[in-house]
Nanobody
């Protein structure tokens, strides 16, 4: 079992930055495909960024590429999402999720929420214009 705890959400004006953290505990070595997803009211959950932690590979959704950066501190089992140049369309609840290793290299599976076995409670990000 894996437990995930997000932190770092908040409110920011357009053009600003925020960094989300996801602290993982439990059987993290078996679920080292980590993803950030987001969900705005009335929309489906959307994959934002994915990282495979051994070795490190990263993947980004088209709406955040070149603005967001996903990274990992393996010593502390923490995954980060650095969000720069935020726009109002980035407003959503952001979730951290963990999946088994085969999910990450598959271009279809890594963006599907159903492929992820464990989820955090979510962190609200609000971007005002």
């Amino acid at each position: 079992q894996v437990r995930l705890m997000e932190s770092g959400g908040g409110s920011v004006q357009a053009g600003g930055s925020l960094r989300l953290s996801c602290a993982a505990s439990g059987d993290t070595s078996r679920y080292n495909c980590m993803g950030w997803f987001r969900q705005a009211p009335g929309t489906e959950r959307e994959g934002v960024a994915v990282i495979y932690t051994g070795p490190v590979w990263t993947y980004y959704g088209p709406s955040v590429k070149d603005r967001f950066t996903i990274s990992v501190d393996s010593a502390n089992n923490t995954v980060y999402l650095q969000m720069n140049n935020l726009i109002p369309e980035d407003t959503a609840v952001y979730y951290c999720a963990a999946a088994s290793p085969p999910v990450c290299p598959n271009a279809l599976r890594r963006w599907k929420p159903r492929q992820y076995a464990y989820w955090g409670q979510g962190a609200q990000v609000t971007v005002s214009s």
